[in-house]
């Protein structure tokens, strides 16, 4: 007997009690980006609608729902750093998406440190194992299929500076696994990490030559 379908036009509203296209888009890397203000003032915030684009030259980018600080701050700069969120930091991350007001720091709300980077000026948070400092290639406002611009902004921008824990990188590769990056996934509260146990491997197929 074949299973049931459930379908739905977003435009018309899901049905659900949650939003399911949060939930089949996953797991999602946290972008957890930081960045400074033109008067000095550093920032940092989660944005879940985060990947990489390119690995030649490397670019990351992430998505934010209306014009926030991080926008506001990265368009006035052209800088930004991302920093890796694993399991042990996961609930100074959400301390970090606090509503606070805008002269404040989250560094400090979240009792995080701030480091300066090397190459832009923006501080990376120290406790994070891997950090990328940053460079804004495009900013972009996202249209709908009719064209018309929604309040959504894209943030792209290059690496230029990568720093990783040394604790975390063995025979010359980055231990995913040790490290324990958070991602985001499933229900409005739902996050996921990395372990062993969920881990498989797949070569690559060659093509049989004749």
Request: charged letters at 20%; aromatic letters at 12%.
């Amino acid at each position: 007997m074949p299973s049931s379908n459930y379908y739905y036009e977003p435009q018309q509203g899901h049905g659900l009690a949650h939003d399911p296209f949060k939930s089949i888009i996953a797991p999602r890397p946290i972008g957890w980006i930081s960045t400074r203000s033109s008067q000095g003032i550093d920032n940092l915030a989660p944005y879940s609608f985060f990947n990489a684009f390119s690995d030649t030259p490397p670019i990351i980018g992430f998505s934010s729902a209306g014009w926030k600080d991080s926008v506001e701050n990265i368009k006035q700069t052209g800088e930004f750093c991302w920093n890796m969120t694993t399991r042990d930091l996961a609930e100074k991350m959400n301390q970090s998406c606090a509503a606070i007001p805008s002269e404040m720091s989250e560094f400090e709300f979240s009792g995080l440190t701030p480091v300066e980077s090397k190459l832009v000026n923006v501080p990376r948070v120290e406790e994070s194992p891997v950090s990328f400092e940053c460079k804004l290639t495009q900013l972009i406002q996202l249209n709908n299929a009719e064209q018309q611009a929604i309040p959504y902004w894209l943030v792209l921008g290059e690496v230029i500076g990568v720093h990783i824990n040394s604790d975390f990188i063995e025979d010359g590769v980055f231990q995913t696994i040790k490290a324990q990056p958070v991602t985001r996934a499933g229900g409005p509260t739902s996050y996921f990490g990395i372990s062993e146990a969920t881990e498989f491997v797949l070569v690559r197929p060659q093509y049989p030559s004749k």
